[in-house]
């Protein structure tokens, strides 16, 4: 997995959680947040649960 792989899975987690867009892009450290709506995909509910099975724990 690369650094961006994990950036973009990082963003996309934290906006399925309800993490607001503007605090996602504090974190990633972007100056704009339409950055970080690249980054952060809304997950449907099946892939949202897949995710969850690989969470760590």
Sequence with gaps: ???H???HTYATLLTSAGVP???IAKML???NVK???IY???MDPN???AANVI???
Excluded: D, G, P, W
């Design 1 to 3: 997995m690369t650094f």
């Design 47 to 49: 892939k949202r649960e």
């Design 35 to 37: 950055n970080t709506q």
């Design 29 to 31: 450290t972007h100056r």
């Design 21 to 23: 867009i503007y605090t």
């Design 40 to 42: 952060a995909e809304v």
């Design 5 to 7: 792989c994990f950036r």
């Design 55 to 57: 969470s760590l724990k």
